[in-house]
């Protein structure tokens, strides 16, 4: 049973209409919201976390980030797209053994509960053999982060006209057998990319046999036919659309957004890398202008960091600068999307996009305690007159104080409780670092 933790005189963010901003307390009992109100008295058994001075808020959650790369961090910094096929998940990939994909595994999610990251969305898009699927499992579990884990391989394990060759899909129905309680901390999708109809169709009927959502790399200019039109004509919006997370979304025209958006699907917008590598610019207000609210992701740490600050700040600046372009042309207002919106993208409806905000992305009664107390004490932050402003375009990863997942604190006074374990990390990702940039002899 988990204790019972009060978490005590903080700013409350709660990401939730009927809450809104507040100073309060938060009670918390087998990792469940209990009650959310000033002048909570402390039961007897309570583990009290002070947060006076502090921004408490909902976990961030990460929609979109392929995990197993947190190893190769630095090394596509200054790759484009079309190099990081070949060279990440084409070569690098190859050379992955189970143990690696442990230790990249391991390492994003430590280093995506160090920034207040308390769920993610896993495209592992390493599960060449059980053995890499049960390592990723493994690491994730160890850590306590919330994770969807959405099962894929690598680029070489990949069929000409199949996404999914009878093997790997024998070893998603076993993984997904062990991950069978949607209630668990991890839990699991299909990354159901795909290079051909035939490869699309196998990967949204395994995704229908196992009962399991989907996600989606979805950029336009790839497409010799409009992506979502595609699916709608072979029938897959109808069945399985308000499951279906697309990630990036970029280059697409309006009649697009309109068949995710009618479908109930969903975005994943990862601005940083988009920008960086060249996937498109991040299509926040074409999203927002149909309707759809995105959510935000890192997608690779070769390239970009992992924490929710760059992704706020990146999709901040890049809707803003869309919005004042489009007014230059044509002379109208430009459409102001608020800081306070884009802490929601990064909360909220990331648990909407990934079907978890019955029990998490806001603090509400009910919910599972996924929270962060993020603290104000530096000069960089103060005087707090915005507190979303203050989240989005002032603090950073060693702002984040506390971490708790499920009602479990994983990081207290601003170290992880698991900070024992990273020597050794750190070590077997140096050696990785240095048999993967070996000349070859």
């Known amino acids: 049973m988990t204790e019972a933790l009060l978490v005590r005189g903080g700013l409350l963010l709660t990401m939730d209409p009927a809450h809104g901003t507040l100073r309060a307390d938060i009670l918390t009992r087998d990792g469940v919201i209990t009650e959310i109100r000033p002048g909570i008295e402390a039961p007897d058994d309570a583990r009290i976390i002070e947060a006076d001075g502090a921004l408490v808020l909902p976990g961030f959650i990460d929609t979109h980030r392929h995990m197993w790369q947190a190893a190769l961090r630095g090394m596509g910094a200054d790759l484009t797209l079309g190099d990081y096929f070949p060279q990440v998940t084409g070569a690098l990939a190859a050379q992955f053994t189970p143990d690696d994909v442990h230790l990249g595994e391991t390492l994003s999610a430590y280093a995506a509960l160090d920034a207040g990251v308390t769920t993610v969305q896993d495209l592992a898009n390493i599960h060449d053999t059980p053995e890499h699927s049960d390592a990723a499992l493994h690491a994730l579990r160890t850590t306590g982060l919330r994770t969807v884990l959405a099962y894929s391989h690598s680029f070489n394990a990949r069929h000409a006209d199949r996404v999914a060759p009878d093997g790997l899909s024998r070893d998603a129905a076993r993984l997904r057998s062990l991950l069978s309680d949607d209630q668990a901390l991890v839990t699991m999708a299909l990354e159901a990319t795909a290079r051909s109809e035939e490869g699309t169709l196998a990967n949204w009927r395994l995704a229908a046999e196992l009962s399991l959502p989907v996600a989606l790399h979805v950029?336009?200019?790839?497409?010799?036919?409009?992506?979502?039109?595609?699916?709608?004509?072979?029938?897959?919006?109808?069945?399985?659309?308000?499951?279906?997370?697309?990630?990036?979304?970029?280059?697409?025209?309006?009649?697009?957004?309109?068949?995710?958006?009618?479908?109930?699907?969903?975005?994943?917008?990862?601005?940083?890398?988009?920008?960086?590598?060249?996937?498109?610019?991040?299509?926040?207000?074409?999203?927002?202008?149909?309707?759809?609210?995105?959510?935000?992701?890192?997608?690779?740490?070769?390239?970009?960091?992992?924490?929710?600050?760059?992704?706020?700040?990146?999709?901040?600046?890049?809707?803003?600068?869309?919005?004042?372009?489009?007014?230059?042309?044509?002379?109208?207002?430009?459409?102001?999307?608020?800081?306070?919106?884009?802490?929601?993208?990064?909360?909220?409806?990331?648990?909407?996009?990934?079907?978890?905000?019955?029990?998490?992305?806001?603090?509400?009664?009910?919910?599972?305690?996924?929270?962060?107390?993020?603290?104000?004490?530096?000069?960089?932050?103060?005087?707090?007159?915005?507190?979303?402003?203050?989240?989005?375009?002032?603090?950073?990863?060693?702002?984040?104080?506390?971490?708790?997942?499920?009602?479990?604190?994983?990081?207290?006074?601003?170290?992880?409780?698991?900070?024992?374990?990273?020597?050794?990390?750190?070590?077997?990702?140096?050696?990785?670092?240095?048999?993967?940039?070996?000349?070859?002899?």
């Open 219 to 441: 950029i336009g200019r790839f497409s010799e036919e409009p992506p979502l039109s595609m699916l709608q004509r072979l029938g897959l919006l109808a069945a399985q659309g308000e499951r279906a997370t697309y990630i990036h979304a970029t280059d697409l025209d309006a009649s697009q957004y309109a068949l995710i958006r009618d479908s109930g699907g969903h975005l994943s917008i990862a601005p940083a890398v988009e920008m960086l590598m060249g996937q498109g610019y991040p299509p926040l207000l074409d999203a927002l202008d149909a309707g759809l609210v995105p959510s935000l992701s890192a997608d690779v740490e070769v390239t970009a960091p992992s924490d929710m600050f760059t992704q706020m700040r990146a999709a901040l600046q890049a809707v803003r600068q869309a919005a004042h372009a489009r007014a230059r042309l044509d002379g109208s207002d430009p459409v102001m999307v608020t800081a306070e919106q884009v802490l929601s993208f990064a909360t909220i409806e990331g648990a909407r996009a990934l079907g978890l905000d019955d029990r998490t992305g806001s603090l509400t009664i009910g919910k599972q305690a996924d929270l962060i107390v993020l603290t104000t004490d530096r000069p960089g932050l103060r005087p707090v007159n915005d507190p979303a402003a203050t989240v989005v375009l002032g603090a950073d990863r060693g702002d984040i104080d506390t971490v708790i997942v499920a009602g479990r604190v994983l990081k207290e006074h601003g170290r992880l409780l698991d900070s024992g374990a990273l020597p050794r990390l750190y070590a077997q990702a140096d050696a990785l670092r240095d048999r993967l940039t070996e000349p070859a002899r």
